[in-house]
């Protein structure tokens, strides 16, 4: 858990949390003492020694015990938290008063939330934004099933909050005073023209260009941006996302926000000042790149003990520092290699080679010096994807409210979305941004679905291919993948729900079976798709397993037939499940002995889903997860009265 932090303060903390408690006297009080508290004192001592709940770095304050149960059930929620918070239970008026003491600034303030005894209101009080407050107040009213009080503009807007995109993104931002940064917040909330400028591809700048407000222009460079302005654009704000240095105007209300996508390589004579550093840092500004987007520093082995190192290591000190060999540098490619430093070190080049280890070099060698002592530096880049990206998405199995968030983010950002029209709806793609195309693949062979998509892929476009169901269930996608493999195309798969779960849904039951059926099987017919041998349904049939049989409707004589001569019983319950969750649905249930004529006389085909086994609309039999005598990792079961 750790110890208390070392204070030079001479108060006897233990004699002074004694007596607060003795007087009942709320933890908030103890701030008086020159905000101890939480300058001072390790916050697992406040808890033990204060008798206050302390859930992570949540810490609860109740006045009555209405409040002390609502703090229990939100401490048993676990609720996930960063930073140091506080959640006062009770009125707001009482909690107000209590925290003076601890307002100090906005960039350190912990985060206050006050919830009244009911949970009806949660309230953020205190560091909405950069303390978390905001988001622990939706949180924590998702468990009493009452209210966010939010009351900062731009959440209520939906609009960016600038004062933490840069945590939010992994971003360095600019020093900015209080003041400076909330009138730049204050003119963006109030919807006054705003230039955005990004220079960087990242998962952040993807976010602010599919979210952007109306009153925000988006420009793809710093140049464009000044273009407008001489052109008579005005703009009362400009929002800068860029690893570049710019000598913006003095008068210009800007926040910029640095991508930490630089590596610096760094090579130097022996015992070279540390006061070379901030020289160093001046050129690489005067080479068009900030040293607030410097996310690594990076030199060889000989050189990591070096002033200039550890220097440049504490005036940046969100980089991190890697340290090569020569060996490895010397596998490096340089534009500017040198038989000096070979014979020196043992690679031709450090600054350069260090810098491009995991990059591209955008300021090659540069040499200074600083009192004799000579040093060198190079700058590279994180390297971009300079192609698109293909995502084969689930699409659930018909209703677009069933996809899945990530699915649904990414056909709202995708430049092509292919969709398997056959079996997916097409209001699943209603979604698409402006300008998407939108195909739709059931009249085309393999081929031109390939070249379809690695067209757009080739110009940097996001491709969706959209499957049915859970694309890795008879999804067909191995052919496109092999393609995807065989040209070096970066893809990934997002999952989707499955149809043999939106039978599952559908019927209300649950496939497995305490003490009778723990199995599912998921399999399909063998019509002109062979089927192994050991896999056929007769086989199969003999596990007495809960069966959900894919693409099989035109093959439903010969299932019941196989799955009879396999030992299921002639009434097995059954369900045919067409088309689950579309508009159309319909579900035909029955004993296996009829499932051939069900199937025939409801004129059910390509997409029904056939589920055969005894747990269909069970509710006999009872797990022992819920059964109180029953002890697991949450709970320590009781043993029954005798």
């Given at each position: 858990?750790?110890s208390?932090r070392?204070?030079?303060?001479?108060f006897?903390?233990?004699l002074?949390?004694?007596?607060?408690n003795?007087?009942n006297?709320?933890?908030?009080?103890?701030?008086?003492?020159?905000?101890?508290?939480?300058?001072?004192?390790?916050?697992?001592?406040?808890?033990?020694?204060?008798g206050?709940?302390?859930?992570?770095?949540?810490?609860?304050?109740?006045?009555?015990?209405?409040?002390?149960?609502?703090?229990?059930?939100?401490?048993?929620?676990?609720?996930?938290?960063?930073?140091?918070?506080?959640?006062?239970?009770?009125?707001?008026?009482i909690?107000?008063?209590?925290?003076?003491?601890?307002?100090?600034?906005?960039?350190?303030?912990?985060?206050?939330v006050?919830?009244?005894?009911?949970?009806?209101?949660?309230?953020p009080?205190?560091?909405?934004?950069?303390?978390?407050?905001?988001?622990?107040?939706?949180?924590?009213?998702?468990?009493?099933?009452?209210?966010?009080?939010?009351?900062?503009?731009?959440?209520?807007?939906?609009w960016?909050?600038?004062d933490?995109?840069?945590?939010?993104?992994?971003?360095?931002?600019?020093?900015?005073?209080?003041?400076?940064?909330?009138?730049a917040?204050?003119?963006f909330?109030?919807?006054?023209?705003?230039?955005?400028?990004?220079e960087?591809d990242?998962?952040?700048?993807?976010?602010?260009?599919?979210?952007?407000?109306p009153?925000?222009?988006?420009?793809?460079?710093y140049?464009?941006?000044?273009?407008?302005?001489a052109?008579?654009?005005?703009?009362?704000?400009?929002?800068?996302?860029?690893?570049?240095?710019?000598?913006?105007?003095?008068?210009?209300?800007?926040?910029?926000?640095?991508?930490?996508?630089?590596?610096l390589?760094?090579?130097?004579?022996?015992?070279?000042?540390?006061?070379?550093?901030?020289?160093?840092?001046?050129?690489?500004?005067?080479?068009?790149?900030?040293?607030?987007?410097?996310?690594?520093?990076?030199?060889?082995?000989?050189?990591?003990?070096?002033?200039?190192?550890h220097?440049?290591c504490?005036?940046?000190?969100?980089a991190?520092?890697?340290i090569?060999?020569?060996?490895?540098?010397?596998?490096?490619?340089?534009?500017?290699?040198?038989?000096?430093?070979?014979?020196e070190?043992?690679?031709?080049?450090?600054?350069?080679?260090?810098?491009?280890v995991q990059?591209?070099?955008?300021?090659?060698?540069?040499?200074?010096?600083?009192?004799?002592?000579?040093?060198?530096?190079?700058?590279?880049?994180?390297?971009?994807p300079?192609?698109g990206?293909?995502?084969?998405?689930?699409a659930?199995?018909?209703?677009?409210?069933?996809?899945?968030?990530?699915?649904?983010?990414l056909?709202?950002e995708?430049?092509?979305?292919?969709?398997a029209?056959?079996?997916?709806?097409?209001?699943?793609?209603?979604?698409?941004?402006?300008?998407?195309?939108?195909?739709?693949?059931?009249?085309?062979?393999?081929?031109?679905?390939?070249?379809?998509?690695?067209?757009?892929?080739?110009?940097?476009?996001?491709?969706?291919?959209?499957?049915?169901?859970?694309?890795c269930?008879?999804?067909?996608?191995?052919?496109?993948?092999?393609?995807?493999?065989?040209?070096?195309?970066?893809?990934?798969?997002?999952?989707?729900?499955?149809?043999?779960?939106?039978?599952?849904?559908a019927?209300?039951?649950?496939l497995?079976?305490?003490g009778?059926?723990?199995?599912i099987?998921?399999?399909?017919?063998?019509?002109?798709?062979?089927?192994?041998e050991?896999?056929?349904?007769?086989?199969?049939?003999?596990?007495?397993?809960?069966?959900?049989?894919?693409?099989?409707?035109t093959?439903?004589?010969?299932?019941?037939?196989?799955?009879?001569?396999?030992?299921?019983?002639?009434?097995?319950?059954?369900?045919?499940?067409?088309?689950?969750?579309?508009?159309?649905?319909?579900?035909?249930?029955?004993?296996?002995?009829?499932?051939?004529?069900?199937?025939?006389?409801n004129?059910?085909?390509?997409?029904?889903?056939?589920?055969?086994?005894?747990?269909?609309?069970?509710?006999?039999g009872?797990?022992?997860?819920?059964?109180?005598?029953?002890?697991?990792?949450?709970?320590?079961?009781?043993?029954?009265?005798?």
């Amino acid at each position: 858990m750790g110890s208390p932090r070392k204070s030079s303060n001479k108060f006897d903390y233990r004699l002074i949390l004694s007596r607060l408690n003795k007087e009942n006297t709320s933890i908030f009080w103890f701030s008086l003492l020159q905000n101890l508290l939480f300058r001072s004192v390790h916050p697992i001592f406040v808890a033990r020694y204060c008798g206050f709940k302390d859930c992570g770095m949540i810490r609860f304050e109740t006045m009555n015990e209405a409040g002390r149960r609502l703090a229990d059930v939100l401490q048993r929620e676990d609720i996930p938290f960063e930073g140091e918070a506080i959640v006062f239970i009770g009125a707001l008026g009482i909690c107000v008063r209590r925290i003076q003491t601890l307002i100090n600034d906005k960039a350190t303030d912990p985060a206050v939330v006050c919830v009244d005894v009911t949970g009806r209101y949660v309230i953020p009080v205190l560091s909405g934004h950069i303390g978390g407050a905001n988001e622990l107040a939706r949180q924590i009213a998702r468990v009493t099933g009452g209210e966010a009080v939010i009351t900062t503009q731009s959440d209520l807007k939906g609009w960016w909050a600038l004062d933490t995109l840069a945590r939010d993104f992994g971003w360095g931002v600019m020093k900015l005073s209080r003041t400076e940064m909330n009138r730049a917040i204050a003119t963006f909330v109030d919807g006054q023209p705003t230039a955005l400028v990004v220079e960087w591809d990242d998962a952040g700048t993807r976010h602010l260009a599919n979210s952007c407000p109306p009153h925000v222009h988006r420009f793809t460079s710093y140049a464009d941006y000044q273009a407008a302005v001489a052109a008579g654009e005005s703009f009362a704000l400009l929002l800068l996302v860029s690893p570049c240095h710019y000598d913006i105007e003095p008068d210009q209300k800007v926040i910029h926000y640095y991508p930490r996508v630089l590596r610096l390589g760094v090579g130097c004579q022996r015992g070279t000042s540390a006061e070379a550093a901030e020289k160093l840092l001046d050129e690489v500004r005067s080479h068009g790149y900030a040293p607030e987007a410097i996310g690594v520093v990076a030199t060889i082995v000989l050189k990591q003990d070096e002033p200039l190192v550890h220097e440049l290591c504490q005036k940046l000190p969100w980089a991190s520092l890697s340290i090569y060999t020569a060996e490895e540098l010397a596998h490096v490619a340089v534009p500017h290699p040198s038989e000096r430093v070979l014979a020196e070190v043992g690679c031709a080049s450090v600054a350069e080679a260090a810098a491009a280890v995991q990059g591209t070099l955008v300021v090659e060698k540069q040499k200074g010096s600083l009192d004799g002592s000579h040093y060198t530096f190079a700058v590279a880049a994180k390297e971009t994807p300079k192609h698109g990206h293909i995502e084969i998405v689930g699409a659930g199995p018909g209703d677009p409210e069933l996809v899945s968030v990530r699915g649904r983010r990414l056909l709202q950002e995708a430049d092509l979305i292919l969709y398997a029209g056959s079996l997916v709806p097409r209001a699943l793609t209603a979604c698409a941004k402006p300008g998407a195309t939108v195909r739709s693949s059931a009249g085309m062979a393999l081929k031109e679905q390939f070249e379809l998509m690695k067209e757009f892929y080739d110009k940097g476009c996001q491709v969706v291919r959209l499957h049915t169901g859970d694309p890795c269930i008879y999804g067909a996608i191995d052919e496109q993948m092999a393609l995807f493999d065989q040209h070096g195309m970066d893809y990934g798969i997002t999952p989707g729900i499955s149809s043999f779960l939106a039978a599952a849904a559908a019927l209300r039951s649950q496939l497995t079976m305490p003490g009778r059926t723990q199995t599912i099987i998921l399999t399909r017919g063998e019509g002109r798709t062979p089927v192994p041998e050991r896999e056929r349904l007769q086989t199969l049939a003999r596990h007495g397993a809960t069966l959900c049989i894919f693409l099989s409707a035109t093959l439903a004589q010969q299932v019941q037939d196989e799955l009879l001569a396999g030992g299921y019983p002639d009434n097995t319950p059954v369900a045919a499940c067409y088309r689950l969750t579309w508009p159309d649905e319909k579900i035909v249930r029955g004993e296996l002995k009829d499932l051939a004529r069900l199937v025939r006389e409801n004129d059910l085909t390509l997409t029904t889903m056939i589920v055969v086994g005894e747990a269909i609309g069970n509710r006999e039999g009872q797990s022992l997860l819920y059964d109180p005598t029953f002890t697991h990792l949450f709970r320590e079961g009781k043993k029954p009265k005798e």
